[in-house]
């Protein structure tokens, strides 16, 4: 079994920052791409960032240049800095990692989330 857990969120006012971590744990032998994920109530999980065991990230423009996602493989760690935040910011935040568990398998995990809150 492979466990990913977040942590980080809470409440910030806009124009605040915030760090999130997603550790995972278990029956790893290798993590690929690493991402964040979020979910507002009433509106469908949306990508925020993803990135790779080689570093290449990928954000769409809606958080382009005011969030950073970076990783420490040798924790099994990733990580999502959240600067310049905006109430519509507000979310659930998932991690998800695709781990091999064995030398042939490869699965896709996701955290339970952590919740972001930006409000004044």
């Known amino acids: 079994q492979v466990q990913l857990v977040e942590s980080g969120g809470g409440l910030v006012q806009p124009g605040g920052s915030l760090r999130l971590s997603c550790a995972a744990s278990g029956s790893i032998d290798n993590i690929y791409a690493m991402g964040w994920y979020r979910q507002s109530p009433g509106k469908q999980r949306e990508l925020v960032a993803t990135i790779t065991s080689g570093g290449s990230t990928n954000y769409p423009d809606y958080v382009k240049g005011r969030f950073t996602i970076s990783r420490d493989n040798a924790k099994n760690t990733v990580y999502l800095q959240m600067n310049s935040l905006k109430p519509e910011d507000t979310a659930v935040y998932y991690c998800?990692?695709?781990?091999?568990?064995?030398?042939?398998?490869?699965?896709?995990?996701w955290g339970k989330g952590t919740l972001v809150t930006v409000s004044s």
């Open positions: 998800n990692a695709d781990v091999s568990v064995t030398a042939t398998t490869t699965r896709g995990y």
